[in-house]
């Protein structure tokens, strides 16, 4: 673990991997400092924004132990999705086998919001799984609300209609960010989800 | 009830408080005034109560009609046609007329009450990177004004410096990918004389110079950032995230800007000198 410099406001965690970020992140969301204002997890690292001084925060998250557990236990949401992205052919091709076993993949592995980000409730979504796939050589203008969609190790799912590079698997009606609802973000990270195949549409 | 109605707009009119601060986590970004000191100075100088919502108005351009009476203050960016650092007493039926700045570039308008538009996500702020709170100000909307206030401070004038028009020189400290950059790189950061380009939003300062050296290539995995990063995309000029800014980035941070110096970020003008000083 190294603590870098991230201004008069906040500290950047740096850890080894996910797995010690979802970890790390447990442990502090859990028993947060004082004056912690954000905690922002993320792939390798954990940004701590604060409005106290620097000093005590830095020393603060030294003496953080990683918890070891970080799924909630009951917190599982389900994601009927209909597969029929756009991407969904170039994905099979890219891992070396056929559409309906992609969608065996993606429904049968359990997804864990690892960190939100990119825009409001957006999930970087991770599973045991080995999913490592490139993001599409020119993003999209326009991916639709609700695309079900994979780069890298993560999955995701598009809370509003933006641009984006991910390849797109499928759609969902669920509405993943509300700005109107309580809570209005779906994923947080820690967050576990299943994906269920609501058949072509 | 009060209210005031938009007569034009202007370049850009948004509304804003102190933001989302808090939420990063699920991805919603802060947003809030750029220049915070103006906004709540205009807020205190009509005694509204702390994060009452005001306007905040790019290069000048606003006309607004006072439907009722109104006790308003305007700071930041001081536009020609209208009062400045002092709480004013406007009629119903007078117009307040914004002219273009003669510096900076960030103008707050406080009206004694607060706008009064409906919270999203506990903020009235315009995020437009997010496309949260309310959408920039449209020519004939009517703004309710609320009722949230103390009592009036009794200050007449506010005694603030106008921003500078001239080089404006902001302090910086070495951000967490400081060593992404060669010496040279670094050096070059803070030895060069940049410009603000055209391009510069509510998300950030674009600013325009000779591009650093990198001492390495590859990606870097996205991290959190906050207000004040200076991160570096492959073209090797700089942007300074204001209020705006994605919770995560992707770009290496070189530096940040200091704290003292982040509201002055918000009133550098497209073409202005800017120097990052070590």
Redo the contacts between chains.
């Keep these: 673990m190294r603590l ?7 500290v ?1 965690v ?1 850890l080894g991997n996910l797995d010690e970020v979802l970890g790390y992140y447990a442990a502090l ?1 859990a028993d947060p400092p004082a004056e912690v ?11 701590v ?1 604060t409005s106290g001084p620097l000093g005590a925060l830095s020393q603060a998250l030294r003496a953080v132990t990683p918890a070891g557990t970080t799924q909630v236990a009951g917190d599982l949401i389900e994601i009927p999705v209909t597969y029929d992205g756009a991407d969904l052919d170039d994905v099979a091709r890219l891992l070396g086998c056929s559409v309906s076993e992609v969608v065996a993949r993606h429904t049968g592995d359990e997804w864990t919001v690892a ?9 970087y979504l991770t599973s045991a799984g080995t999913w490592n796939l490139p993001r599409r050589e020119s993003p999209r203008t326009k991916v639709p609300v609700g695309a079900v969609a994979l780069a890298g190790e993560f999955s995701g799912v598009y809370p ?1 209609e933006s641009p984006g590079g991910w390849q797109l698997i499928g759609r969902t009606t669920v509405r993943i960010f509300d ?2 609802r309580e ?3 779906l ?3 820690g967050r576990r989800v299943r994906f269920v195949d609501a058949g072509r549409g | 009830m009060s209210s005031l109605t938009v007569i034009e707009s202007g370049p850009l009119a948004t509304i804003q408080d102190r933001g989302r ?10 947003s809030g005034a750029c220049d915070r000191a103006a906004y709540e100075l205009a807020n205190r100088l009509v005694g509204n109560v702390a994060g009452a919502a005001a306007i905040e108005l790019t290069y000048g351009g606003l006309v607004v009609h006072a439907d009722t009476e109104l006790v308003v203050a305007i700071t930041g960016a001081p536009c020609t046609g209208v009062p400045l650092n002092a709480p004013a007493r406007v009629r119903a039926g007078e117009l307040l007329r914004f002219g273009p700045p003669a510096t900076g570039l960030r103008t707050y308008l406080a009206v004694r009450g607060g706008v009064d538009v409906p919270p ?2 506990g903020s009235r702020s315009t995020d437009l990177l ?3 709170g309310p959408a920039p100000l449209t020519a004939q909307q009517t703004l309710p004004i609320g009722t949230l206030v103390e009592p009036m401070p009794g200050v007449d004038l506010a005694p603030v410096a106008h921003p500078p028009g001239g080089e404006v020189r902001l302090r910086v ?5 400081r060593d992404w950059f060669t010496d040279a790189g670094w050096a070059a950061l803070v030895e060069q004389t940049y410009q603000v380009s055209s391009n510069s939003n509510r998300v950030g300062v674009r600013l325009d110079g000779a591009p650093l050296d990198r001492s390495r290539t590859g990606e870097l ?9 200076i991160q570096i995309p492959p073209s090797g000029t700089p942007v300074i995230f204001l209020a705006d800014h ?3 980035g992707g770009y290496p ?1 070189i530096a ?4 003292p110096d982040l509201d002055a970020c918000a009133q550098l003008r497209p073409g202005q000198p800017v120097r990052l000083i070590d």
């Design positions: 870098l410099p991230a201004g008069d406001r906040a950047l740096e969301t204002i954000d905690i922002v997890p993320a792939a390798h690292t954990v940004l924004t960190f939100c980000g990119f825009s409001p409730g957006f999930g509003r700005q109107d809570p209005a973000a994923f947080h990270p | 601060a808090g939420q990063a986590a699920l991805g919603v970004p802060a999203v996500l997010s496309g949260l400290t070495p951000g967490p990918r995995a996205s991290e959190g950032m906050a207000r004040g990063a994605p919770v995560t941070v940040y800007v200091t704290e």
